[in-house]
């Protein structure tokens, strides 16, 4: 079977957690038989799958296409460009050799990439630019692989003049936000968007009136519920024994470059702040 193109079928699994009995059955042909589906009306889809023709509109709606036209176009031009790559993550086995295990690695991240650059909106980013440039100040927050992803927003964005402000331990973070001036932006990184510190501090701002953008994988879940504007990565099918966050934070990391450098695209000024800001590094290097 061919595999199909990644951006339609990572944006199924995303979603499965969330699908009634029938949009199961829809996923489930459609994953099975990627060629038919292309070419099916939304009846002859029905008929097959054993569900009604109006279920079938409704999961494409619910997986992000605008319709069920939408949905075969780019499946069908997935189908058609798409090369033979990995169907899923590989995990490094034991006594693997130096070569295999580089080619793994080197596979994963190209997959986490190629995936999260297919997902990326562009509306969602020029709305999450609207918030950072009325924004007196950033307050990034992660917990664990994701605290990494927050000090790489702190590095940038510092450069070109802007107060961010990021802190590991929630108990000093906090008042942080509790005290922040009006409009500042509250960043949260969680590739779950489940994790309780930051679902209480998106509460917080909520209640304080603070705008919330977020970074999570692709897909319902309670932290992009809360956002004022969310920014997702894809949500691979990563292999069971992977023992670290390594592509989640390569997506996180290529999503923030895409929207840092859009940003500076966009107000020239800050290219000569970023330029000074260098400059003023190797200074003190050669001091």
Known sequence: MRRIAMSVLLRMNSFKHSFSPGELKIFQYVEKNPEQASHMT?????????????????????????????????????LQSSKEVPSSYADVQPNESFQSIKEKITTNAQISLTETASILNEDAFEKAIALLKQAPAILTFGVGASALTAQDIVHKWS????????????????????????????????????????????????????PILTLTQLGNN??????????????????????????????????????????????????KQISESKQTMEDYKNH
Do not use: C
């Open 42 to 78: 939304a009846k002859q889809l029905a008929q097959a799958a054993n569900v009604s023709a109006p279920s079938v509109v409704r999961f494409t709606k619910k997986i992000g296409y605008t319709s069920l036209t939408d949905f075969k176009i780019q499946l069908s031009s997935e």
């Open 159 to 210: 450069r070109i003049g802007q107060f961010v402000f990021h802190e590991r331990d929630i108990h000093l973070f906090l008042p942080q936000v509790i005290n922040a001036p009006a409009h500042s932006l509250l960043w949260l990184i969680s590739n779950s968007g489940k994790t309780p510190e930051l679902l209480y501090l998106a509460e917080i701002a909520q209640k304080r009136q603070l």
């Open 222 to 271: 309670p932290l992009h519920e809360l956002a004022t504007v969310g920014l997702q990565t894809a949500r691979p099918m990563e292999a069971e024994n992977r023992s670290a966050a390594t592509n989640s934070i390569l997506s996180q990391f290529l999503t923030v470059d895409t929207l840092f450098y859009l940003y500076i695209s966009q107000n020239q000024q800050y290219t």
